[in-house]
């Protein structure tokens, strides 16, 4: 049996607690001897269950140190995912063990964490990704083809719910999956309770995003020929997540290009401060 361990800061959260049905359905159909055989959270959730009941609950086993989950494992996902200052130091052995390792979205608080946690996988040949299920949408996996691509793609509104910090990554990632790297500068228009902010490429091409609390996942495109796409939901985006993180620990191919996804931290970060300064132009760091 080959087996996945979880990393996280507590254990009881919603990822954690709906990624074992999937995991564990998807390698059944796959007929693959593999389970979630182990855990290590830093703390119990102060308002959830504790470690050792979840681990009861979801049948996984507790272990005491992450040292020793690297070890027992044979792929590694480091969750936390509303807690993405935790991902640099909760990945590092892993990311120093030659193991697949998926690393949960926010991938990184800034660019320069993101960039030495790729660095370190480099070094030891660890293979990792990191990446927002809406990337994985039913939808979108229609996309790039012969019409819709990045050269093709002239501007990109997105809409989605949640808050800049921990919900952003959703918006961002699908626009940066469909328009690719180069972008140049993001601006604010926001307001208190919804965020609008515009986002220009180094060749042109525009895109924006808008968050306003309970609206689905939603995105347009204008294509350069005139013309126009609606994509009114993003669907099955878990499980076809969880479908790429099992074929890439199976194979070791990366899915998501590292390009692509420190252009997304990037943008979260000149973000963060284009919310700070209404109707600013922020320039967007590379690394």
């Known amino acids: 049996m080959k087996h996945i361990g979880f990393i996280d800061y507590y254990i009881d959260e919603w990822h954690a607690n709906n990624y074992p049905a999937w995991i564990r359905e998807n390698i059944t159909k796959k007929g693959w001897d593999w389970d979630i055989s182990y855990v290590w959270a830093e703390i119990d959730n102060p308002n959830g269950l504790d470690t050792d009941s979840w681990c009861k609950k979801y049948n996984v086993e507790r272990v005491d140190t992450i040292e020793e989950l690297v070890e027992k494992s044979d792929f590694i996902m480091v969750l936390s995912p509303d807690n993405p200052e935790n991902h640099e130091r909760f990945s590092k052995l892993a990311l120093m063990s030659g193991k697949p390792v998926y690393i949960d979205k926010t991938f990184s608080p800034d660019l320069a964490?993101?960039?030495?946690?790729?660095?370190?996988a480099e070094q030891y040949n660890t293979p990792m990704f990191s990446s927002s299920a809406l990337r994985f949408a039913e939808e979108f996996s229609l996309y790039p083809d012969s019409d819709v691509n990045h050269d093709s793609i002239e501007y990109i509104?997105?809409?989605?719910?949640?808050?800049?910090?921990?919900?952003?990554?959703?918006?961002?990632?699908m626009i940066v999956s469909l328009m690719g790297v180069g972008a140049k500068r993001i601006?604010?228009?926001?307001?208190?309770?919804?965020?609008?902010?515009?986002?220009?490429?180094?060749?042109?091409?525009?895109?924006?995003?808008?968050?306003?609390?309970?609206?689905?996942?939603?995105?347009?495109?204008?294509?350069?020929d005139g013309k126009g796409?609606?994509?009114?939901?993003?669907?099955?985006?878990?499980?076809?997540?969880?479908?790429?993180i099992?074929?890439?620990?199976?194979?070791?191919?990366?899915?998501?290009?590292?390009?692509?996804?420190?252009?997304?931290?990037?943008i979260i970060e000149a973000g963060n401060k284009a919310l700070k300064n209404y109707d600013t132009w922020i320039d967007i760091s590379h690394y």
């Open 157 to 173: 509104a997105t809409m989605g719910p949640g808050y800049f910090d921990n919900y952003a990554v959703h918006q961002i990632e």
């Open 113 to 120: 964490s993101g960039v030495r946690m790729f660095k370190t």
């Open 246 to 266: 099992m074929d890439f620990f199976n194979t070791k191919e990366i899915p998501v290009a590292q390009e692509e996804t420190l252009e997304i931290m990037a």
């Open 187 to 224: 601006k604010s228009l926001s307001s208190t309770n919804g965020r609008f902010l515009s986002i220009e490429y180094n060749d042109g091409r525009r895109a924006s995003m808008l968050q306003i609390q309970d609206m689905p996942f939603q995105l347009s495109m204008q294509l350069k």
């Open 229 to 244: 796409i609606f994509i009114k939901e993003c669907s099955d985006t878990f499980p076809r997540l969880i479908d790429e």
